[in-house]
């Protein structure tokens, strides 16, 4: 039964039952939202004694800061856009034009997820490096001495590297969306004299757009907080957020700069997440993610 | 089909099989060719060498590899309990303060891996709670950015689950007790096991808390091959990536085949 | 396995003094002013309703009338807003789900996926902690009983629909409930094993007399074909109970009427309200007919006569008897039956009769007859 019976459903015991969340509340509380308060707090305190902004007026004001937070948010940007534009590709392909083996491809991709992230940052010094294969490579081939393509060390190695890592992310709701569609939808849609350009436009978009608003989401989420990556290709001037708060805390040990970083670094990832967390609950179902 | 004419098909495939084997295929092999290599200079490997292996055996990295493993295992495994327990507890509560709940147990994923060693850092350097220099530092670091995800997963198999099997239970006189322990979790063990596997190899790779807070004699496998990378030493760094990468699948694979009886399900 | 087998099995165990007739059973259940809502969603309202020890209580309405609800209630997954809940003597309103003694069995069968038939079995027993000896014994009996006796080894996806229902009948009875609730039990299995499986929950009752059983569907003929008593409910409230016979026979309102099964409503004017031996006259158009009086009416009101199909014959039968003419304007042969449709006094009147040989054509005009005693009166406004 139906409309009326639904609700019966969740009232399925009579006592509430908050007890039983307590002990997981307090254990998360104890290890991850009182370390969290001690920063907000050691960022207001520092070595003095009463609350002040001052040392987030010095670190505002730095232009290390304004270069990391400027770099964290263009790379972010930027790597999430590309995730998009790749993964629709991909999740295109694999759903839609069929080939042998496409499934087994999707979850070889999936399994990336599982790898460490820093892999393919490690690997691509060996592809694009300065001595990399790329590079010997065109080398020989243009008989030129130094090598001439140079993008690993700036932002772009690190977007590239994102791409790569994220992408499943932005794979894995589309794919579940994409086989939502009927392929009788398509069908009819091409009998009516649709191209396939007319059919991504008119019918796959449309219907892609909540999991790439949620796979999008979730990317800009992880690209802000990605910090393998930046630190495997540490290319000169390209220093994130998440780095930064590294350098101050392991090797200047200035816990409170490292903390007012990691303050501002901690509410940009919080604005995303409920960004992230909007998406899902106005559009339903597709929870991109790890989940 | 998207695509009906041949050429555009190929056209299709050629485009995939490009990027797939740009961005996917490329790294993986230059990764597992560059563990083998014994010098590169050219555009491949001018011979292969098990050198890098042998000496990762013989060296302390393999036991960075057995911190990672015992660190994986452990945080994942309080994960599991803590991430199982509130998915569980939450199924009771209604309305605003489960959302906000919701929220509370998954913000851990949200948060950068750095500052949540900071945090730890700060916290645990001090009365009332020391944890500094020990080992639980990276156990509890590991725990917090992975239990966001546990709870996640089960959560979303609590939610396919149905209320109808338990109900079922309850009617015929199973005490809250036992019908967790015979009905609802057995019927989400594959949830459980995607949870812990997850967990774990979010562990393995995990490099931003760990270089916050790890003590000396408990260094996980990816913070020794950054100091080997960052030293210059990429050939081993990337032996021990592979390593890394098939002991982290290799687990993975063996969680997979845990037979689940309510695997076929309706 | 033959129906015939089966309870040839429930006899015999039942004669071989197994504990079928453990006192447990035989609690009758009690609604005491019962009212669900959710929030200002009155979703049940003060259901007022007792089920005898031992009786089939069919509780039957249309989707969203709040049936399923009333059960959910009994079984405790539904915490009444008012009112109180009796199985047997014991107030259970307060009592959760496993402390109340009840036996459940659901459209989707519910059976647990991961466990073999007879671990579903015996999971109430264990539950209940029973000794291991026991628990098999039992186990074997009432797989006997539902004749799944060969598959106690096998896993719920393994089984057809039927013998999953089998299998969740015998596990609701395994436990010996005071009391069994059954949601839609049919619901989901195909035309000829609902038939079948009807006929088998009617030959188990037989085998268990004193088993109170509560019976949710949405279908009259399970209803009909089972129920003791049945209580039709509409929007969240009982709207007519009583004995399955007299409910069908003389439904006590129009949509009753209509919910039995297919009924002839007749509008008609009282012209006597005792017209002796416990009839009334009534006026259809412009001629007179006897039928069962019904107390509480006044002369002159507009009244429904509430005719079944195959009360109308061709010839008259029984005492008095009515005849009117009809001119046919529809004729349909069912295989087993006929439904004649024809024109009266300005309004339709469908018949049911054997398969006639020769059956006449449209527009003919002919007589038929239908006696007092199978017209009953509903008053209009009901």
Request: net charge positive; aromatic share 8%.
């Amino acid at each position: 039964m139906t409309s009326i019976a639904a609700p019966a459903i969740r009232r399925t015991s009579f006592n509430t039952g908050w007890q039983w969340v307590l002990p997981p509340l307090f254990f998360l509380s104890v290890l991850f939202f009182y370390p969290l308060a001690l920063i907000v707090r050691e960022s207001l305190l520092g070595h003095g004694r009463s609350l002040s902004l001052s040392h987030y007026d010095a670190v505002f004001t730095s232009g290390l800061f304004q270069d990391a937070l400027l770099h964290t948010i263009v790379i972010a940007l930027a790597a999430s856009a590309g995730c998009l534009v790749l993964g629709f590709v991909l999740a295109l392909v694999l759903s839609f034009v069929a080939f042998p083996g496409a499934r087994l491809l999707a979850r070889l991709i999936d399994t990336f997820i599982a790898l460490p992230t820093f892999l393919v940052a490690l690997s691509f010094t060996f592809i694009y490096g300065s001595a990399g294969i790329l590079n010997i490579s065109l080398m020989h081939l243009l008989h030129v001495r130094l090598p001439p393509v140079d993008f690993l060390y700036s932002a772009w190695g690190v977007i590239l590297a994102e791409v790569t890592v994220y992408t499943p992310f932005v794979l894995r709701p589309l794919l579940a969306s994409f086989s939502l569609i009927e392929p009788a939808q398509i069908e009819i849609a091409n009998s009516l004299g649709a191209g396939p350009w007319r059919i991504i436009r008119q019918v796959i978009l449309p219907a892609a757009i909540p999991a790439l608003l949620a796979g999008g989401s979730l990317c800009l989420l992880l690209t802000t907080n990605e910090f393998g990556i930046v630190l495997f290709i540490s290319a000169k001037g390209v220093i994130t957020l998440p780095l930064l708060v590294y350098d101050q805390a392991v090797q200047e040990f200035d816990y409170t700069t490292a903390c007012v970083i990691a303050a501002a670094n901690i509410g940009l990832s919080l604005t995303l997440y409920s960004l992230y967390r909007m998406i899902i609950t106005r559009f339903g179902g597709f929870r991109a993610g790890l989940v | 089909m998207l695509v009906w004419s041949r050429s555009g098909r190929i056209g299709a495939w050629l485009l995939f099989s490009l990027l797939f084997g740009v961005i996917y295929v490329l790294p993986v092999a230059v990764i597992a060719i560059a563990s083998f290599a014994g010098q590169w200079n050219g555009v491949l490997p001018s011979h292969l060498t098990f050198a890098h292996y042998a000496r990762a055996v013989h060296s302390s990295l393999s036991a960075e590899l057995r911190v990672s493993l015992i660190t994986g295992v452990m945080a994942s495994a309080v994960a599991l309990v803590v991430g199982t327990w509130a998915a569980l507890a939450l199924r009771k509560i209604y309305g605003a303060s489960r959302l906000v709940l919701d929220i509370v147990f998954f913000i851990p994923s949200a948060v950068p891996s750095v500052s949540v060693g900071l945090g730890l850092l700060v916290a645990f350097s001090r009365p009332p709670i020391l944890l500094n220099g020990t080992i639980a530092m990276v156990v509890v670091a590991h725990f917090v950015l992975t239990s966001a995800f546990t709870y996640g997963n089960v959560s979303a198999g609590l939610a396919r689950l149905g209320p109808e099997f338990e109900q079922m239970a309850e009617s015929l006189g199973a005490r809250p007790g036992y019908r967790l322990r015979h009905v609802t979790l057995p019927l989400i063990t594959p949830y459980l096991i995607a949870a812990f596997s997850l967990s774990f190899a979010l562990s393995m790779g995990e490099l931003g808390a760990t270089m916050m807070v790890y003590p000396p004699g408990w260094r996980t496998l990816p913070v020794g091959i950054f100091a080997l990378a960052d030293r210059g030493d990429i050939f081993e760094s990337a032996t021990l990536t592979v390593l890394l990468a098939c002991a982290t699948l290799a687990v993975l694979v063996g969680l997979s085949y845990i037979p689940t009886r309510a695997a076929s399900r309706r | 396995m033959a129906p015939g087998a089966v309870i040839d099995d429930v006899r015999s165990a039942v004669r071989a003094g197994s504990s079928w007739s453990s006192p447990k059973l035989g609690s009758g259940i009690g609604f005491e002013d019962v009212t669900v809502s959710y929030g200002k969603l009155v979703v049940l309202a003060s259901l007022s309703l007792t089920i005898e020890p031992g009786e089939i209580m069919a509780l039957i309405g249309p989707s969203g009338s709040a049936k399923t609800t009333a059960l959910r209630a009994v079984a405790g997954f539904v915490r009444p807003a008012s009112g109180r809940i009796r199985i047997g003597e014991r107030d259970v309103t307060d009592l959760p789900p496993h402390a109340r003694d009840i036996g459940m069995v659901v459209q989707n069968y519910a059976l647990f996926p991961h466990m073999r038939v007879e671990d579903n079995v015996a999971f109430g027993l264990r539950a209940r902690r029973e000794a291991k000896e026991a628990v098999k014994q039992r186990v074997a009996e009432c797989l006997r009983m539902v004749g799944m006796s060969a598959y106690t080894q096998r896993y719920p996806r393994e089984l057809s629909g039927g013998q999953q229902q089998r299998v969740a009948i015998a596990r609701a009875l395994a436990v010996r409930p005071r009391v069994l609730l059954l949601d839609e039990p049919l619901s989901a299995l195909d035309a000829q094993i609902r038939h079948s499986m009807l006929q088998e929950l009617a030959r188990l009752h037989e085998a268990m007399p004193s088993l109170t059983v509560l019976y949710v569907t949405h279908d009259q003929t399970e209803a009909l074909t089972l129920a003791d008593r049945i209580a039709i409910m509409r929007d969240g409230r009982l709207v007519a109970s009583g004995p399955s016979q007299a409910l069908y026979r003389e439904p006590p309102t129009r949509f009753a009427a209509e919910f039995l099964g297919r009924a002839n409503l007749l509008p008609v004017t009282l012209e006597a309200a005792d017209a002796g031996d416990g009839l009334a006259r009534v006026r259809l158009g412009e001629i007179s007919l006897l039928v069962k009086a019904r107390p509480g009416l006044s002369v002159g009101r507009d009244c429904l006569l509430c005719i079944r199909p195959h009360g109308i014959a061709m010839r008259p039968g029984g005492r008095p008897s009515n005849e009117l003419t009809g001119v046919v304007r529809a004729m349909q042969w069912q295989g087993d039956l006929h439904s004649v449709t024809l024109e009266t006094q300005g309004v339709l009147i469908r018949m049911i009769c054997a398969p006639l040989r020769d059956p006449p054509s449209l527009g003919v005009r002919f007589p038929i007859h239908f006696a007092a005693e199978d017209a009953t009166l509903i008053p209009e406004d009901a």
